[in-house]
């Protein structure tokens, strides 16, 4: 795995998050500004609106965590009906996307379950399979994408040598286990490329986890071997 040096290589945001060194203001300048009732209803001003901005920020995140959590459940009830033998199973009537396997991480107790397709329709709800790979459990590499702030945030403590459990149907469970992990670019394929068959998962998400900014021309790639 890339190990991160210079300041160049840190994720967005931390090296912006310590405060310039600050210098005391000179006292006549305090008491001009505690006198100036311009200047005080500016402050003031500005101050609501930088919390307005921040309670706005954080009931975009809310939301968008509880609707990636709640998903999952509707998904979870769509795996049951597919495990008992029903074909793409819509967890709910519109959707365009249906349960393919579920993927679990025993020793850490993450369960997901993969969505077929990792479009942006797609992944905003779960997992996705990249449609041109294998399915997951079946021979050959097979991906799969997701968000690094939700599905996928737990990629970031995944060890070499740790298991991950592949269900893609009732009758059929295969196991894989960590091999590493690595950040390219976000137009390197080396990472889809199959191996003559060979029973491979690849994981991708975004990076940096703790960017500011969702997108960016950076992922981070767990790779996994069947056992």
């Known amino acids: 795995m890339k190990t991160l040096t210079s300041r160049e290589d840190w994720p967005l ?5 310590w405060p310039a060194t600050m210098h005391a203001a000179p006292a006549q300048a305090i008491v001009r500004d ?3 009732p311009l200047a005080h209803r500016w402050q003031l001003w500005l101050a609501s609106i930088a919390l307005a901005f921040g309670v706005w920020q954080f009931g975009q995140g809310s939301y968008i965590q509880a609707k990636a959590w ?3 459940v509707l998904i979870k009830q769509a795996w049951a009906r597919t495990l008992d033998g029903k074909a793409q199973a819509r967890p709910w009537p519109w959707a365009d996307t249906w349960p393919v396997a579920r993927i679990t991480v025993p020793d850490r107790g993450i369960v997901r379950y993969v969505l077929a397709g990792a479009n942006g329709r797609s992944i905003a709800f779960g997992p996705g399979h990249v449609f041109g ?4 459990g079946d021979a050959g590499n097979s991906v799969i994408g997701a968000h690094r702030d939700t599905h996928f945030a737990f990629l970031r403590e995944l ?5 991950i459990v ?3 149907s009732a009758a059929t469970i295969r196991r894989y286990r ?6 390219v670019d ?3 394929t080396r990472v889809m490329a199959q191996h003559g068959g060979e029973p491979r998962l690849t994981l991708i998400t975004c990076y940096p986890f703790d960017a500011l900014r969702a997108g960016g021309p950076l992922r981070y790639v767990v790779s996994a071997k069947a056992i």
């Open 159 to 163: 060890h070499p040598g740790e298991e």
């Open 13 to 17: 945001g931390v090296e912006c998050a």
């Open 70 to 72: 709640l998903a999952q």
């Open 133 to 136: 790979t294998p399915l997951p």
């Open 34 to 36: 505690r006198t100036d």
């Open 178 to 183: 960590v091999e590493d992990s690595e950040i």
């Open 166 to 168: 592949v269900q893609k």
């Open 186 to 188: 976000k137009r390197e």
